[in-house]
């Protein structure tokens, strides 16, 4: 099992950043890499952005350019950068554990959710 803990979540204005941060801890030699997911209300659960271990990432065409994804292995600790954000960014981000090969990402462990809300 892994276990996540998130943070950095909040209410931000229109234009403005926030970063979120996501630490694993427990088995982390069953994953590959982690990601972030995003859920608006009514809206579908969405992958935002995913790194490897290695350092590669992918980024949803829908915020690239103003977010980013880092890792630092060293702490088992994902971020998410987010810059320029809009309204339409409110949603419960959720960090995730998984695997990714060449081709996509594959979900497995969940954490919490922390709630990101944009105001004009």
């Known amino acids: 099992q892994v276990q996540l803990v998130e943070s950095g979540g909040g209410l931000v204005q229109a234009g403005g950043s926030l970063r979120l941060s996501c630490a694993a801890s427990?088995?982390?030699?069953?994953?590959?890499?982690m990601a972030w997911y995003r859920q608006a209300p009514g809206k579908q659960r969405e992958l935002v952005a995913y790194?490897?271990?290695?350092?590669?990432?992918n980024v949803a065409r829908s915020v690239k350019g103003r977010f980013t994804i880092s890792l630092d292995n060293a702490k088992n600790t994902v971020y998410l950068h987010m810059n320029s954000l809009q309204p339409e960014d409110t949603a419960v981000y959720y960090c995730?554990?998984?695997?990714?090969?060449?081709?996509?990402?594959?979900?497995?462990?969940w954490g919490q959710g922390t709630q990101v809300t944009v105001s004009l």
């Open positions: 995730n554990a998984g695997n990714a090969n060449s081709y996509a990402y594959y979900s497995n462990y």
């Open positions: 790194i490897s271990q290695g350092g590669t990432t």
């Open positions: 427990g088995s982390i030699a069953s994953i590959n890499a």
